[in-house]
């Protein structure tokens, strides 16, 4: 495969200018790689989803087992770092959101990073978002030695000195693993992402659910980031109805964030057996997960923390690619493959084939899915 065809392999988003800007600054920037021993200290870089935290959480593990000694640090996001807070893996916790969410306010708080970072004197910098901003701010303007990220994802490979390809697609979980075991040249075998949580969490729950009353219940998570991703609100409104009718027995948990308040709100008019669940602590949400006769939801945060937790997912999925986001274990997924998949789905549909890929996903089907945990 020749070189700028590797910038193809995962991003629709200007491989081509990925290519020429790693092609350009490697012309000026040389950045030697020197063998990875006995780190002291780790930096993993995470600042993005929530979900895509929680896709990560084995790679502490990984390194921990590895390098026992070594303290890891990790920088998140205030929504995402929830996921980690009680993560004996990881040693300390720098929380940072993107900076273009935040416009200028953003950038000056990454200059106070970047100061916290070159005080920490990590050793290793790894990022697993694969952002060449990151690349740049996190690890080579702080001079930390060895930098380790994917570099044909997003560009970034002059500022590496551990440029590792990314030459097939595979699972977000997989692909992790190739990452940190090709940089230290380990030999790992494949393992799964994990939420821990403690008594006190667990206190917490119980006290929620003895306050909803919440003796038997199942989730359903309607929102999504991006609309393109979302399951018809008519279809969710007829699935709630169905399922309240089938089993009136049980509670229905409608779970999601800030921004699908509105949805919620709305699926709950006159059901007096629904329970809005509106921004939750997701590691708190693990455990309501784990003990829910059935979760439904559309890809995004819900779908990785229900699954990694073990709780009984119905995965909604549409045009994100399934070959690098998917649930790995205890899931039914509900997919209709059209001509069109994957595709950007952060851009609102515009039906190439003629009709909306997650329009196609029948009640029906999400019944029969349920129905078969609920047989369990």
Same mark, same amino acid.
């Given at each position: 495969?020749?070189?700028? @065809?590797?910038? +193809?392999?995962?991003?629709?988003?200007?491989?081509?200018?990925?290519?020429?800007?790693? &092609?350009?600054?490697?012309?000026?920037?040389?950045? +030697?790689?020197?063998?990875?021993?006995?780190?002291?200290?780790?930096?993993? #870089?995470?600042?993005?989803?929530?979900?895509?935290?929680?896709?990560?959480?084995?790679?502490?593990?990984?390194l921990k087992n590895y390098f026992p000694?070594?303290?890891?640090?990790?920088?998140?996001?205030?929504?995402? %770092?929830?996921?980690?807070?009680?993560?004996?893996?990881?040693?300390?916790?720098?929380?940072?959101?993107?900076?273009?969410?935040?416009?200028? %306010?953003?950038?000056?708080?990454?200059?106070? #990073?970047?100061?916290?970072?070159?005080?920490? +004197?990590?050793?290793?910098?790894?990022?697993?978002?694969?952002?060449?901003?990151?690349? *740049?701010? *996190?690890?080579?303007?702080?001079?930390i030695k060895s930098r380790i990220s994917?570099?044909?994802?997003?560009?970034?490979?002059?500022?590496?000195?551990?440029?590792?390809?990314? @030459?097939?697609?595979?699972?977000?979980?997989?692909?992790?693993?190739?990452?940190?075991?090709?940089?230290?040249?380990? +030999?790992?075998?494949? $393992?799964?992402?994990?939420?821990?949580?403690?008594?006190?969490? &667990?206190?917490?729950?119980?006290?929620?659910?003895?306050?909803?009353?919440?003796?038997?219940?199942?989730? *359903?998570?309607?929102?999504?980031?991006?609309?393109?991703?979302?399951?018809?609100?008519?279809?969710?409104?007829?699935?709630?109805?169905?399922?309240?009718?089938?089993?009136?027995?049980?509670?229905?948990?409608?779970?999601?964030?800030?921004?699908?308040?509105?949805?919620?709100?709305?699926? $709950?008019?006159?059901?007096?057996?629904?329970?809005?669940?509106?921004?939750?602590?997701?590691?708190?949400?693990? #455990?309501?997960?784990?003990?829910?006769?059935?979760?439904?939801?559309?890809?995004?945060?819900?779908?990785?923390?229900?699954?990694?937790?073990?709780?009984?997912?119905?995965s909604l999925a549409g045009p994100v690619?399934?070959?690098?986001?998917?649930?790995?274990?205890?899931?039914?997924?509900?997919?209709?493959?059209? @001509?069109?998949?994957? $595709?950007?789905?952060?851009?609102?549909?515009?039906?190439?084939?003629?009709?909306?890929?997650?329009?196609?996903?029948?009640?029906?089907?999400?019944?029969?899915?349920?129905?078969? *945990?609920?047989?369990?």
């Open positions: 495969m020749k070189q700028k @065809d590797l910038y +193809k392999i995962r991003t629709e988003i200007c491989p081509n200018f990925n290519y020429y800007f790693d &092609k350009i600054t490697s012309f000026f920037i040389k950045s +030697k790689k020197k063998k990875i021993k006995n780190p002291k200290k780790i930096l993993i #870089i995470r600042n993005d989803h929530i979900g895509d935290m929680a896709y990560s959480t084995h790679i502490f593990r990984i000694k070594t303290k890891i640090g990790v920088i998140a996001t205030a929504d995402n %770092r929830q996921l980690i807070e009680k993560d004996p893996y990881i040693d300390k916790i720098f929380e940072i959101d993107l900076f273009w969410r935040r416009k200028f %306010r953003g950038f000056l708080d990454y200059l106070k #990073i970047i100061k916290k970072i070159r005080k920490e +004197k990590f050793d290793v910098g790894i990022d697993l978002r694969q952002s060449k901003l990151n690349i *740049f701010f *996190f690890l080579w303007v702080p001079k994917f570099y044909n994802v997003n560009g970034g490979k002059a500022f590496l000195t551990h440029p590792i390809c990314y @030459d097939k697609k595979i699972s977000f979980t997989q692909e992790m693993i190739k990452l940190v075991a090709d940089a230290f040249n380990l +030999k790992v075998k494949n $393992c799964l992402p994990h939420i821990i949580t403690d008594k006190e969490d &667990k206190k917490e729950v119980g006290k929620l659910i003895k306050e909803k009353k919440l003796k038997k219940y199942v989730i *359903f998570a309607p929102g999504a980031t991006e609309e393109a991703k979302k399951w018809p609100e008519k279809k969710f409104d007829e699935l709630i109805n169905r399922f309240h009718k089938k089993y009136p027995g049980y509670k229905v948990v409608l779970s999601g964030a800030n921004n699908d308040k509105d949805l919620i709100q709305r699926l $709950c008019v006159g059901k007096n057996f629904c329970v809005p669940l509106i921004n939750f602590n997701l590691r708190l949400m693990s #455990i309501l997960f784990r003990r829910a006769g059935a979760i439904v939801a559309n890809d995004g945060a819900g779908t990785a923390v229900s699954w990694i937790s073990g709780g009984k997912l119905v690619d399934l070959e690098l986001s998917r649930a790995l274990k205890n899931s039914k997924i509900i997919h209709h493959k059209l @001509d069109c998949y994957p $595709c950007f789905w952060t851009q609102p549909c515009k039906k190439p084939c003629g009709i909306w890929c997650m329009e196609l996903i029948t009640v029906e089907e999400v019944m029969k899915a349920i129905d078969d *945990f609920m047989r369990k």
